[in-house]
């Protein structure tokens, strides 16, 4: 059984600090999507990477994919309420089509 | 662009009853995805369609879930009789294709279902 592990589970932190989540895998990934989920919302997909070592941004999120495809972090610089929510990685390894989600990381940014 | 659009947005239901929840996905969408949410846990993938066939249904608890999308439109997930651990929300998701590296999913709202 291939599972997806995402930590930490729970992050609270004050407006205007940085954090990071990460998402890991024993099994190479061919592509890993993250997205992010409101209350009572179903995830937006903020970024797909495919390619070892890549890594995206978007504003003030940076997504990194692994050298070795099997690992993932998303980064936040400056957190904000708004970026609130259950941030929830997505693989799809090489010998499966399927697309895994990870359990999530719950963030909590106080104002 | 309308999203996918589910309903109910909660049912409340006690053990041993029926329950059904429609899903109407992006106009053009050739996939429709089903996902159970258990509190605390990532989506789980239920049952993949390709139009109005079934391309995927291997965590499909069939001796009590169904589903169907006729005509390679809606959608209806039905369980019958619910048990207390079916309490999870239900997500339908919908992508233009259903193959390739990169292809995203819209997701509904979800159906949040609780089972007394």
């Known amino acids: 059984t291939q599972l997806l592990e995402q930590s930490p589970q729970f992050l609270s932190i004050q407006e205007g600090e940085n954090l990071t989540v990460y998402c890991n895998s024993s099994?190479?990934?061919?592509?890993l999507q993250w997205y992010r989920q409101e209350p009572g919302e179903g995830p937006v997909l903020l970024v797909t990477?495919?390619?070892?070592?890549e890594v995206k941004k978007l504003k003030r999120l940076t997504f990194q994919f692994g050298d070795a495809r099997k690992d993932s972090s998303l980064h936040i610089t400056a957190a904000q309420p708004g970026d609130t929510g259950l941030y929830l990685c997505?693989?799809?390894?090489?010998?499966?089509?399927?697309?895994?989600f990870g359990a999530g990381t719950t963030v909590t940014v106080r104002a | 662009e309308a999203g996918v659009a589910q309903s109910p947005r909660y049912k409340i239901i006690e053990k041993r009853q029926s329950v059904a929840f429609w899903c109407n996905p992006i106009?053009?969408?050739?996939?429709l995805y089903w996902y159970q949410q258990i509190l605390g846990q990532g989506p789980k993938l239920l049952i993949q369609?390709?139009?109005?066939?079934?391309?995927?249904d291997s965590q499909l608890p069939k001796d009590r879930f169904s589903a169907e999308r006729l005509k390679g439109v809606d959608s209806t997930l039905k369980i019958q009789p619910a048990k207390l651990e079916d309490s999870a929300v239900y997500l339908c998701?919908?992508?233009?294709f259903g193959q390739g590296y990169s292809y995203e999913q819209y997701f509904g709202p979800g159906t949040r279902l609780t089972v007394t």
């Open positions: 106009s053009g969408h050739a996939t």
């Open positions: 099994s190479v990934f061919s592509s």
């Open positions: 369609f390709q139009n109005n066939g079934v391309v995927d």
């Open positions: 990477v495919v390619t070892g070592g």
């Open positions: 997505a693989g799809k390894w090489s010998n499966d089509y399927k697309l895994s």
């Open positions: 998701a919908s992508s233009l």
